[in-house]
Structures are given as structure tokens and as C-alpha cells.
């Protein structure tokens, strides 16, 4: 992890920037098609699903108050996001898209002021905010 400083140019920038976008979709995408099928299953994304910041505290719900079944039902619910034509497998073209949407709405979450984060080494931020520096030197 590293701290670093992130406002919504940088993520918009990495993502009109379809070549490093990509790149770095797929690169993600390839290393959760364990069987190399390139679909993925829910089996295939949810430990990347359960990695999420936000699902540490369940979106903020007392942990005890949540049932397994119900915890179950979010990844479920964040798995069929990304499928969005309900095959029960995620295709690269149906990860992109999810993918895309997600750090637009981050970037739009951020605004234009910069905001000090704590980023996982190797995730899409830090790999925008890498691009960013790169770009400046």
C-alpha cells in the first residue's frame, strides 16, 4: 500500500487512455482466468470480489447483524454487475466495461480536488496515479 494523491483527472486520463487501460484490464482479467477458458466464473472472482475496501465492513453493517446467506447475496450481487448478459461467466468485453464504470464513478466521487488515499500497490489507482507521475517526468 502507499499514499498517494488522486483527484478525478487522473483516473478520467487513465481511462480515455484506452491502450494502458486495457492493458491493465486484461493483464487483471488474465490473471483471474485461472483455467485460462477466458471466462470467469463467480468462483474464478470472488476472492478479487472480497478483496474490496468497501465489503471489510459490508458497507458499513455490523458483521453479527449480517447472515452468511445475506453476505453471500452482495458478492452475488457484485458478480452480476459484471455479467451483464446474465451467462453466469464474465467475458474480457463485459470485465472492461464494468471495470471502465467503476473508476468513472470513483472519478466522479473524487470531484476536481485532489484527495490524499491509502492505494493497494498494483490496483487501477495506483496504476493511474503511476501513469500520471510517468507522464509529468
Known amino acids: 500500500m502507499s ?3 488522486l483527484d478525478s483527472k487522473t483516473i478520467l486520463s487513465f481511462v480515455e487512455d484506452e491502450g ?8 487483471r482479467f488474465a490473471a ?5 477458458d ?7 472472482m470472488a476472492n478479487e470480489l472480497m478483496s474490496l ?7 458499513g453493517i455490523d458483521e ?18 459484471f455479467d451483464r448478459d446474465g451467462s453466469g461467466a464474465v467475458d474480457l468485453e463485459e470485465f472492461r ?3 471502465k464504470e467503476v473508476l468513472l464513478a470513483v472519478a466522479n466521487g473524487l470531484g476536481f480536488l485532489p484527495v490524499q488515499m491509502v492505494i493497494d500497490e498494483g ?5 493511474a496515479v503511476d501513469r500520471e507521475l510517468a507522464k509529468a517526468a
Open 123 to 127: 490496483s487501477f489507482l495506483k496504476v
Open 64 to 81: 453479527a447483524v449480517v447472515s452468511a446467506e445475506e453476505l453471500v447475496a452482495v458478492y452475488r450481487g457484485l458478480f452480476d454487475r
Open 53 to 59: 475496501r468497501v465489503l471489510e465492513t459490508h458497507f
Open 32 to 36: 483471474l482466468d485461472t483455467n485460462r
Open 97 to 99: 466495461a464494468e471495470m
Open 3 to 5: 499514499v498517494e494523491i
Open 38 to 44: 477466458g471466462l470467469l466464473s463467480y468462483a474464478d
Open 20 to 27: 494502458a487501460f486495457n492493458s491493465s484490464v486484461d493483464g
